[in-house]
């Protein structure tokens, strides 16, 4: 009975929770994808297996509901391993609930991808990236950031 119950409980928040798929792209892949000159876009880089990343996850999700409706695009890049991509990654995002966009960064090599984003980034994650290509703005910051930070910066260029 107890066996039962828990597989009926399995399958019933697997048709709940919207399982998000999960693109593997290219830094030029993302420079392309966050390039509309009308959006203001927040892309943050981090990996599961990075504990300051998994505890800032939630100013993102925070981020995603503040900015809904607006010309502003949240997008997580996952730097984690290809042996976890895409499963684990997959269940992660699934039980952490996750919101925003969610791309597998697929380059391999730091010393070709970092300065694609960004010279001044040092390769340590978190780190976030702040683009309104139609204002010509870049802002790039290394290590935890919050909503609130976050939005000084953003909500300024919305204007």
Not at 32 to 38: E, F, I, V, Y
Not at 92 to 106: A, C, D, G, R, T
């Amino acid at each position: 009975m107890k066996h039962s119950l828990l597989i009926f409980s399995l399958l019933i928040f697997s048709f709940t929770t919207p399982a998000q798929q999960i693109p593997a792209y290219s830094a030029e892949d993302i420079i392309a994808h966050t390039s509309g000159k009308d959006t203001i876009y927040i892309i943050n880089f981090w990996a599961t297996w990075c504990a300051p990343c998994v505890h800032e996850l939630p100013e993102f999700n925070t981020l995603q509901k503040y900015y809904e409706g607006k010309r502003v695009k949240v997008l997580l890049v996952s730097l984690d391993f290809k042996e976890d991509y895409p499963g684990k990654l997959a269940r992660f995002l699934q039980m952490k609930n996750i919101m925003p966009e969610v791309v597998w960064l697929s380059d391999t090599n730091p010393n070709t991808f970092i300065p694609k984003i960004d010279n001044s980034w040092q390769g340590s994650i978190p780190a976030t990236l702040i683009v309104a290509p139609g204002k010509q703005f870049k802002k790039f910051m290394e290590g935890t950031v919050t909503a609130k930070k976050i939005r000084k910066i953003a909500d300024p260029l919305l204007h």
